[in-house]
């Protein structure tokens, strides 16, 4: 059984000397006598290694923006500055840069890099969006949103949710709630012609955790091993899913309220059939993909052996692709077609769900195919702890996610903009409210796991990982703003801009000290598995 840490990175990351010598590509590399790989060729040493690694990098955003600009028709979508595909394109690279930069010359997490170069292009005008363009920039957040919450339905652990499934509903929903409602009566004795229902909106925009800057900090310290004693891990992977469907549920009544686009018993009603039908599909897909594709012993499968051979790892690899593609696709769609039936509560919910049921069933179905039936395995030569725990899909999504979270990130920034904080007084108002709901939801947070188990150490490191607003702020915010300017009236549409100033400070103030609590505190916090 190989150990955390080197389970922790996939096999291009590690260091050569944790790798086989052979590593089936007809190189032999030779360790020299202080455990690292000599060098075979000039070519090879530490200073032209470096030089050809960036030359790569180099030639292939060279060769990416070659492609766009030739065999794209609209030479203006190209214009730099100004065009939207160039804003977009850069976007991307530069987020990635400033990732990789942040993390090796700062130690920061690269997320807060490619947050930074979001906000930098956006606010020094290089950064234009517009027409088909826009929509693409949804599509990406879209996708990205669904390969995050797959990531966290997969990494859920069946039997720890099962333990903690007390604890998992009291902090989905006493935090959400109690920062919701101390927001709201802050906002509405504070900020100046706010209504209670634009407090109690602005109270839940705010009161929803950061899927998109959570989870990709659990899953560090889980590959480290951190968090997996206890579950602490599972148990914030589903609170913050759900709690995230919570807020959402409340802001779309509240709004509805206000703008009186149904009455406040169709708004509840509506509110829990987007979770029962999101619940329903969810469970449903998941369970279907539990048995489609057939697994690798099946019988359709001819010439099954014991022995690790060429075909049995096509075979893998093969139905690996085809989980990862259904569920992924189906995640997605239920995302995008669930807003198109007037469910848009419904698709985040069946997208995780989905993930947790299809990944329990398949490291089940795989468990038991073991202790049934020897003879067959899949893949024997390969750590029992990747079979048991269902790695090669997981695998696949944390890959895609890694190409997408620049993306993801730098798109966040752009929606940054610091015109919103020219008011002075506006920014110290927003922030004493923001402080309010923190504060509050700090305490009811740690009144939430207490007698659960948890350490002293646990319970601190739970608050810090609740802190973090990005994503759903981002999204709900400017949501409001348009409502309120299409349907409300001019004082409405004031409020909904003082609600996106209060949304883009929590941003800027909780989602750098989220990440980088995250990754400084977890291994200091958490008991590491062995």
């Known amino acids: 059984m190989r150990g955390s840490s080197e389970l922790a990175d996939p096999p291009d990351e590690q260091p050569l000397q944790l790798q086989q010598l052979g590593d089936g590509d007809g190189l032999q590399r030779r360790p020299d006598h202080s455990g690292d790989v000599a060098a075979m060729a000039w070519c090879d040493a530490r200073l032209p290694a470096t030089a050809a690694n960036v030359a790569a990098a180099v030639v292939g955003v060279a060769i990416a923006w070659s492609l766009l600009y030739v065999n794209v028709q609209s030479a203006e979508l190209m214009t730099v500055p100004g065009g939207s595909l160039s804003s977009i394109f850069m976007l991307y690279v530069t987020g990635t840069v400033a990732g990789k930069l942040i993390y090796e010359i700062v130690g920061l997490p690269p997320r807060f890099g490619m947050l930074l170069a979001g906000i930098a292009l956006q606010n020094a005008g290089l950064y234009t969006v517009s027409g088909w363009c826009s929509h693409l920039v949804s599509f990406i957040r879209e996708v990205s949103l669904a390969v995050t919450l797959i990531n966290g339905g997969l990494e859920l652990d069946a039997n720890q949710l099962r333990r903690l499934r007390g604890v998992v509903a009291r902090l989905t929903l006493l935090p959400c709630l109690a920062e919701a409602a101390t927001v709201g009566v802050a906002a509405h004795l504070i900020l100046p012609g706010f209504s209670w229902q634009w407090s109690l909106i602005l109270g839940f925009t705010l009161s929803a955790v950061s899927p998109a800057i959570l989870v990709p900090g659990l899953f560090q310290l889980k590959r480290l091993g951190y968090g997996e004693v206890k579950g602490v891990n599972t148990l914030l992977i589903a609170a913050s899913s759900l709690d995230n469907i919570v807020s959402i549920c409340a802001f779309r009544i509240i709004l509805g309220v206000l703008f009186q686009t149904g009455s406040l018993t169709s708004k509840i009603i509506q509110g829990l059939i987007d979770v029962s039908v999101g619940t329903v599909l969810g469970v449903v897909w998941g369970f279907f993909l539990i048995f489609v594709p057939p697994s690798p012993w099946a019988k359709i499968y001819k010439n099954q052996k014991i022995e690790n051979t060429d075909k049995s790892q096509r075979l893998d690899r ?34 995780i769900i989905s993930a947790f049921v299809a990944g329990t069933g398949w490291r089940w179905r795989l468990k038991m195919q073991n202790h049934n039936n020897s003879a067959i395995s899949v893949d024997e030569n390969s750590d029992d ?55 509050v939801r700090m305490i009811v947070t740690t009144c939430s796991v207490l007698g659960s188990g948890f350490s002293r150490k646990e319970i601190i490191f739970v608050n810090i990982s609740w802190l973090p607003k990005a994503t759903i702020q981002a999204i709900l915010a400017p949501f409001a703003l348009n409502i309120a300017r299409e349907l409300g009236t001019p004082e409405d549409a004031e409020c909904g801009t003082r609600l996106v100033t209060i949304a883009v400070i929590s941003i800027l103030l909780t989602a750098p000290i989220g990440a980088i609590g995250i990754k400084l505190f977890g291994p200091r916090l958490l008991p590491r598995a062995n």
């Open 318 to 351: 093969s139905i690996t692709a085809k989980r990862s593609f259904l569920l992924g696709a189906g995640g997605f769609l239920a995302m995008t077609g669930s807003r198109w039936c007037g469910y848009p509560v419904a698709g985040p919910l069946a997208c």
């Open 385 to 439: 702890e990747d079979q048991c725990r269902g790695k090669p899909v997981e695998k696949v999504f944390e890959y895609a996610w890694t190409g997408l979270q620049p993306s993801v990130f730098a798109f966040l920034g752009t929606d940054i903009k610091f015109e919103l904080l020219k008011s002075f007084d506006m920014v110290l108002v927003g922030l004493l409210v923001l402080t309010l709901g923190i504060a």
